[in-house]
Structures are given as structure tokens and as C-alpha cells.
């Protein structure tokens, strides 16, 4: 069928069907207002990844999810819990999707300290639906654990799943609007007092594991 004049093609992600997901609350004080780190991850069916590494004059590379240093690692996945296909274009990580399947977004944290994570998808919060910003509060990620976002979130029990549909039937484009329709943004927050500082990483870089080293003496 031909799209109707003015109508996006590729994938959006919709306001699905309920699903229990029960969240408690912690506190967790930021170590900074500014995020430790942020990435994004586009998504489109797989003639909308490829358009758009053309669009990038980038030839496409094998994914890679991990970022930064690799202690976090995002990725978008199946209902199986199996890694969606994608690709490298230049910076941006590319993601390919099929419309009407479910997507979970998933952070592993391989560090002994914990994160808060703020994630959005076409640009809307996932806990408040609202136009996204890091300033707003959002999951904490536990210390060598895994953090499983199932969708947007209607309450303190459950969430409406995420699902790839078409751009006009997205959450966004129904809420506020589809200019930000195809990305999900991660933004992590290093927790206050436990985070990775130069000082303290000169400390470890430069521990001796044998401070004492010498001869026995003879006793006093």
C-alpha cells in the first residue's frame, strides 16, 4: 500500500499492551549534575537502518553495545531476551526493529557500584511519558546486575509495553509529537562518593601490592 502523502516511513514505538512491572523507590544522591555518560541507539526497520547509514556515507559494522569503558553495556532486545541486529554506522549504533514486535531495553552494570539511569525513547521519558531530560529522576541500576526497562510506565505495579509500530500510531507522535521518533537515549548517573575519580584512580593505578619489600631484620 502507498504511504499517504506526508506520512513518516519506518518504525515508531507505540503504547502497548499492560504488562506487571513492579518498581520500588531508593534514594540515590548524583555525584555531578551531569551525566557520566550519555548514548543513543536509532532504531528503523532494516531498509530505514540502511538509509540511514547511507544518509551517513558510513558503511555499516558489526554492533557493538557496550559503552564507554564497557563497565555498562545497553542493548535493545526481544521478548526472548535475545539482542536486536544492528550495526555500527560511524558514532551512532543502529538497531533494527519489526514492526508489531516487542523490545525491552536492557543495562547490565559490570561495575561494584551502582548507577541511576535515565533512559527515553522518541524523546519521551520512559517513567512519565513527558518530553525527556536527564534532570528527571529514573532507574537505579544495583552493582553487577541487570536492569530490565519494559516500557512506559502507567504505575507503581506495571508499564504499557514497548512496541514498534508506525510513526503515526507512536506514543510520541500521539502525545508530543513525532520529531524525535526512532531513538532511545540513555543517560547514566554515577552515584556521590562512589564514583570513579582521577584521584582515586591514581591511587589504585599506583597501589603496591608488597609496600613492605626488604629483608627480615632481627629482633629488638
Not at 97 to 104: I, K, N, P, T, V
Amino acid at each position: 500500500m502507498a504511504s499517504q502523502a506526508g506520512e513518516r516511513p519506518g518504525l515508531g514505538t507505540s503504547f502497548g499492551e499492560a504488562v506487571y512491572a513492579p518498581v520500588h523507590h531508593e534514594s540515590f544522591e548524583r555525584a555531578s549534575p551531569d551525566p557520566w555518560a550519555e548514548l543513543a541507539l536509532y532504531y528503523d526497520d532494516a531498509r530505514g537502518v540502511a538509509a540511514h547509514a547511507a544518509f551517513l556515507g558510513e558503511r555499516l559494522a558489526p554492533l557493538d553495545v557496550a559503552t564507554g569503558d564497557g563497565a555498562i553495556a545497553v542493548a535493545l532486545v526481544d521478548e526472548a531476551g535475545r539482542t536486536l541486529p544492528g550495526a555500527r554506522a560511524g558514532d551512532r549504533t543502529l538497531v533494527v526493529g519489526e514492526a508489531g514486535a516487542r523490545y525491552r531495553i536492557v543495562v547490565h552494570d559490570a561495575t561494584p557500584a551502582r548507577f541511576e539511569i535515565v533512559a527515553s525513547v522518541d524523546g519521551l521519558d520512559v517513567i512519565d511519558g513527558r518530553p525527556a531530560d536527564p534532570v528527571r529522576r529514573g532507574y537505579i541500576v544495583e552493582p553487577h546486575d541487570t536492569l530490565v526497562i519494559d516500557g512506559f510506565r502507567t504505575s507503581d505495579q506495571g508499564v504499557a509495553a514497548f512496541r514498534f509500530g508506525t510513526v503515526a500510531d507512536s506514543y510520541a507522535a500521539r502525545t508530543a509529537g513525532d520529531r524525535d521518533v526512532g531513538v532511545v537515549g540513555i543517560a547514566i548517573f554515577a552515584e556521590r562518593g562512589a564514583a570513579w575519580r582521577d584521584d582515586e584512580m591514581e591511587l589504585r593505578d599506583t597501589a603496591n601490592p608488597f609496600p613492605a619489600r626488604g629483608y627480615a631484620q632481627p629482633p629488638q
